[in-house]
């Protein structure tokens, strides 16, 4: 990169710290922004610095937000004895849109994973505990069909059913391996219907 500036450069190699961006990407992305017209880049720049400091966890679901309770926690709507765990915001997303979930969420922040060395302790775990010592009527377990995903599922059930309260969890007709958000909604309704009693 010794061809370039020394700015370009360094925005290069900023470019290039992010998730799925190699050199030839960030050098692209580079390029077109200093193409860009001055307000969008100041727009684009802003709107990150934003977004860094206003979002953070929703006080009850723990999904992504940037108010204290989440549009769904706070909605009057939603039926709070009805929780559906998900691992991520993403997930909590793709059964937002088939609109015919009315309960409310509870978001993992991720699965556990031995292999990763990512334990109980490292996801939003504790946090959905602390909830069930309210009323509850239903936890459906909707994490993904992949090993993380059913070791998570595994463990939640084991942790909760003592409790008395009723544990389901979605059919299995999400395709193994595969991301929730990456699936249709015709089939995350069905999974949801389906769903058993564990
Ligand atoms: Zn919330």
Same mark, same amino acid.
């Not at 061809?3 to 190699?13: A, D, F």
């Not at 909830?131 to 993380?148: M, Y």
């Given at each position: 990169m010794?061809?370039y500036?020394?700015?370009?450069?360094?925005?290069m *190699?900023?470019?290039s710290r992010? #998730?799925g961006?190699?050199?030839?990407s960030?050098q692209?992305l =580079?390029?077109h922004?200093?193409?860009?017209?001055? @307000? @969008?880049?100041?727009?684009l720049?802003?709107?990150?610095?934003e977004? +860094?400091?206003k979002?953070r966890?929703c006080r009850?679901?723990?999904?992504?937000?940037?108010? *204290?309770?989440c549009?769904?926690?706070?909605s #009057?709507?939603?039926d709070?004895?009805?929780?559906?765990?998900?691992e991520n915001?993403r997930?909590?997303?793709a059964?937002e849109?088939?609109g015919?979930?009315?309960?409310?969420?509870?978001?993992?922040?991720?699965?556990i994973?031995?292999?990763l060395?990512i334990?109980?302790?490292?996801?939003?775990?504790k946090?959905?505990?602390? +909830?069930?010592q309210g009323?509850?009527?239903e936890v459906?377990i909707?994490?993904?069909s992949?090993? @993380?995903?059913?070791?998570t =599922?595994?463990y939640?059930?084991k942790?909760?059913?003592?409790a008395g309260?009723?544990?389901? +969890?979605?059919?299995?007709?999400?395709?193994?391996?595969?991301?929730?958000?990456?699936?249709?909604e015709?089939t995350?309704?069905?999974?949801? @219907?389906?769903?058993?009693e564990?």
């Amino acid at each position: 990169m010794e061809y370039y500036s020394s700015q370009l450069s360094k925005l290069m *190699e900023e470019l290039s710290r992010l #998730p799925g961006i190699g050199i030839k990407s960030a050098q692209r992305l =580079a390029f077109h922004i200093i193409h860009m017209p001055q @307000e @969008e880049v100041d727009r684009l720049a802003e709107t990150m610095v934003e977004a +860094r400091k206003k979002i953070r966890y929703c006080r009850q679901c723990c999904t992504l937000t940037d108010q *204290e309770l989440c549009p769904i926690c706070a909605s #009057p709507k939603r039926d709070q004895q009805v929780i559906m765990v998900v691992e991520n915001s993403r997930d909590l997303a793709a059964y937002e849109k088939t609109g015919k979930f009315d309960g409310v969420y509870h978001v993992l922040q991720g699965a556990i994973s031995p292999m990763l060395g990512i334990g109980p302790g490292e996801i939003r775990l504790k946090e959905l505990l602390q +909830r069930l010592q309210g009323d509850v009527k239903e936890v459906i377990i909707a994490t993904n069909s992949t090993l @993380e995903g059913e070791t998570t =599922a595994m463990y939640i059930s084991k942790l909760i059913k003592p409790a008395g309260i009723k544990v389901t +969890r979605i059919a299995s007709g999400v395709p193994v391996g595969g991301d929730l958000e990456s699936i249709d909604e015709v089939t995350l309704l069905r999974a949801l @219907e389906g769903r058993v009693e564990l």
